[in-house]
């Protein structure tokens, strides 16, 4: 089916496969689309059907609670069923030379491991390799469960044969009960990637500071290893600050004692815990780390007083933890557009 989008500025045309998502059509094709979560859950990605048909397989998206019109949808849950005419209010671009353009991949779960009781990190082999960008999330379809689930990459390398995950368990939650619940080594997955704006390049030029609160690591993971590799942290500074309840909900301590001894003093890494004090283990098996009782976005604001100069923070979690570091950034001047988050948890 054809494509023809207008948006403020100009039109767009591109192809969309039979029973291919509308927005995922058209970032295949290189064009900028607006979006958010990719899944269904912030309305970003809304348009209005101008003229053509549509078919909308899941109309109790959340997503939909922004659209104001019978003639309204959502790109990322909506198929063409002829060629289509559509509008968007905002600008919309094609995708510079060297962007790391989404596609379609097939994948395989080769490795399951369990970090806590509720977090589980993910191996999957790729049939092809995926060039992405230091903080960017995949859509990834599981057999039987319904939708696309965003999942942000913990590794990096630029062209990337394996991708590696971490996903909270969620009572009731139709992928993190298949996966704590099955057996899901060698299970074939569909991806579409890579997706998302919240990104980091070595030529950034600023100190960073990462505040994220349970599988919100995931990305700040690939960020922090794609800086590491590129000696980032000599000139730079680096603050992390990783939330979770207690030590016992803890992960990926031995990582960041490893990234801290590699790249010195100038990376600070905290854990926050919001339901208990560091236990005396924790201090001695850990001595590159801090530990801080209470949430992370209140140990962050603690911690960083009168130091956001020069700052560009990335921001992973819950919505609520989310909602309130931003609101403690902004009281401390920092500019929306070094504040960087994706919405698609």
Known sequence: MKIQLNARNRAHHFDAADGKKILYAGLSSAVDLPYECGSGTCGTCKARLISGEISDPWPEAPGRKYLKGQDEFLMCQCTAKTDVSIEVSSFVQTMGAGACVPASIN???????LLTPDVIHLQIDLNQAMEFDAGQFVMIQVPGVAGFRGWSMVNYQRHAETLNFVVKKKPGGGISEWLFNNQCEGVEVELFGPLGRATFYPSLAKNILCIAGGSGIAGMMSILSRAAQDGYFTQYKGDVFF???TMKDAFFLHEFSQLRAQCGDKLNITIALSREDAPASALADYPQ??????FVHEVAGRH???????????LAGPPPMVDAAVRILLQARLTTDNICYDKFS
Do not use: E
Not at 107 to 113: E, L, M, P, Y
Not at 289 to 294: P, S, T
Not at 304 to 314: F, S
């Open 304 to 314: 960083m007083q009168d130091r956001y100069q020069n700052v560009r923070a990335y």
């Open 107 to 113: 994948g395989r779960i080769s490795s399951v491991k």
């Open 243 to 245: 939330g979770v309840q």
């Open 289 to 294: 780390l801090a530990f801080d009782k209470g």
